[in-house]
């Protein structure tokens, strides 16, 4: 299978690398420790003679910048940086145009590459940034986050947010390299870390019963570090590069990566996408959801939405939405979001269901009336 | 040849087709009269049951829209507008905002479609609306001026203007339809006609000898209207065709469409991208600038510059620095202007020079202190 883990040949490293053999466009996903410190190197053998832009967060800027600018400079390596806010409020037109223009004031050309350091925030924008930029820049992916690596950074998905919803403005854009340093997650405030840690566990129930076994028994020491930690980010990123391949542009079996997101940035939403409810926090409880909903229509065993909850839970996550602090309005809001929600095809609405852990799939014909009733009840819970 | 000029099996025209069989997204361009009235039948066959927003300026919401609204009606096809400014300065960061944003507070979805009719400012700026909402949404072009008809509504190329230069924040998307109403010329402006006429002379330039000559031959009948006039917006199409489909993202031979535009994209970033000069109007300076520096290097014939110039200025062009009104500052600013143009790289100038009428090519290691010695010249002819 292209998109298996391999041990990376390199002696530096307990490194995997998961290889996705897009046609004409295929790239490297290198997963280990001391990568900021090794992409001087990586990037002067595999991009010789270019330029980099760096685009980066005020945060991570602080924690990860200079690793990665000593290394550049050791390799001796042109670059430039744009740094910006920390947070989604930066996934904005207003935040796209000026990495846009700072791209071009750099003089960065069409051969030139734009580097994306940070969480899936900084990963989104930034490859936006790039695939617009002069018709197309390439990109690298340098994830700082577990979100990032498990998820965002794979796959081409970039893009922004719009006041109608998340990430309905963007471009399918594939990176040229990933370089998913996991030194930089020891320094990733805990809730940040089980955000991204819901994603992990989302790829064990949507076909991997198995993996989600494995986290279960797991979770302590992938929270530790060590090498459970890093078997874990590269099993991720081997099972969304197979999704990746065998569906780029999200037309059929992609969608089951949207497991727990159709609640969950109706949820995000309806919290004005700000520290309340972390993108992970909100798919923790949309997973959840999903499960409780699935039992309710009669496709999944009733107990399985319990025993994730208390898996979650147990990574420090929400699972309901009485977990979400504050007030968070009707269950008219939440259908609103629900339905206007990129997922919606027709009018029918699209949710992502299952037949127990390790079964979602997709069911294009849900009733919203049903779903209504469920919030409903959900919001008594 | 796939993109060949077939007469339109339907009964109501002297009408052209040309088809694009990229593939996968294959796509028909027609070329006839009353297209905006057959508009809501033709839709109605090729996307039933689709919503379509229409994007389109002040002018030609007054002249055209009346005609595609009542065709569209007529049709039973639901449909929304948004009207822009007329006007290059249109092709911004905040109208590209405006039209995604009114893309999504109109709900179209991904099934749903954009039209984009107006001439090619409207074709890039919605075109690239499209691109980016939704991560990809279909559209149609329905370009209203000479210009769109022969050369921006073909081939995908999408985008709009930085402070920096033109067209370098963008996308390639392809339209799924293009619609070329003949009877939307005969309400232009006679100044941005001949704007047009001059993309329709770089075709026969470009590769075309025997075109060139015809359109000497028959400009006047050209600019009068008549079966001519189709003839040459249809070879246009055709033509353009090829090129895309040889060379879709302009790794290669497609740059030779730029012919004239690196000198023309210069003169209309210094002067501001105002009516002082249109595209049309740059790019006919361009061609003849192309062909006398041509000259000078040893490559082309003396005669050329002044036989293509003394063409264009019948049809009313300018075709020298002299000719555009206003002070145009030193040569610095034109340099400057050039190398800041996106078919830079790696520091060297690349131009599509010329072996005479017809025998374009790409010429990549161009020496900026020629360039800039026949400027100097050229700025005291």
Redesign the interface.
């Known amino acids: 299978m292209a998109a298996d883990i391999e041990a990376d040949g390199d002696a530096s490293s307990s490194a995997h690398r998961v290889h996705v053999p897009l046609e004409g466009r295929s790239y490297d996903i290198l997963i280990g420790p001391r990568l900021l410190e090794r992409a001087g190197a990586l990037l002067a053998e595999r991009f010789p003679?270019r330029r980099f832009g760096i685009v980066t967060d005020t945060e991570v800027a602080r924690a990860q910048l200079p690793r990665l600018g000593a290394s550049l400079d050791a390799a001796g390596i042109a670059h430039g940086t744009i740094v910006l806010p920390n947070g989604e409020a930066t996934k904005s037109?207003s935040r796209?145009?000026e990495v846009?223009?700072g791209l071009?004031?750099a003089?960065l050309?069409?051969?030139d590459l734009v580097i994306a350091l940070g969480g899936g925030v900084i990963g989104d924008l930034a490859g936006?940034a790039a695939?617009?930029?002069?018709?197309?820049m390439d990109f690298i992916q340098m994830p700082t986050s577990l979100l990032a690596q498990v998820d965002s950074s794979v796959g081409g998905?970039t893009?922004i947010n719009?006041?109608?919803?998340k990430?309905?403005?963007?471009?399918?854009h594939q990176p040229r390299l990933v370089l998913a340093d996991l030194d930089t997650l020891d320094t990733l405030p805990p809730r940040e870390f089980a955000a991204g840690y819901a994603e992990v566990v989302k790829y064990g129930l949507i076909d991997d019963e198995a993996f989600y076994f494995w986290l279960e028994a797991n979770r302590r020491a992938i929270f530790e570090g060590g090498p459970e930690r890093a078997e874990a980010v590269a099993r991720c990123c081997a099972a969304k590069t197979r999704f990746v391949l065998a569906d780029e542009?999200e037309t059929g079996v992609r969608a089951l990566l949207n497991l727990g997101h159709t609640f969950g940035h109706a949820l995000e939403k309806i919290t004005g996408y700000s520290g309340r409810l972390l993108h992970g926090e909100g798919v923790a409880i949309g997973m959840v959801m999903a499960h409780a909903f699935s039992a309710r229509l009669g496709l999944a065993p009733g107990q399985d939405a319990e025993r994730i909850s208390r898996h979650l839970s147990a990574a420090g996550l929400p699972t309901r939405l009485g977990d979400i602090p504050g007030e968070i309005g009707g269950t008219d809001a939440i259908m609103d979001a629900i339905a206007?929600d990129?997922k919606?095809?027709?009018g029918a609405l699209t949710f992502i269901l299952t037949r127990g852990i390790g079964q979602a799939f997709i069911e294009k014909g849900v009733d919203p009336g049903a779903v209504r009733s469920f919030i409903e009840d959900q919001r008594h819970t």
């Open positions: 003679g037109f796209l145009e846009v223009e071009l004031a003089r050309e069409r051969g936006f695939a617009i930029t002069r018709r197309g998905k893009g719009s006041p109608h919803g990430n309905l403005v963007g471009a399918f542009k206007q990129k919606v095809s027709r």
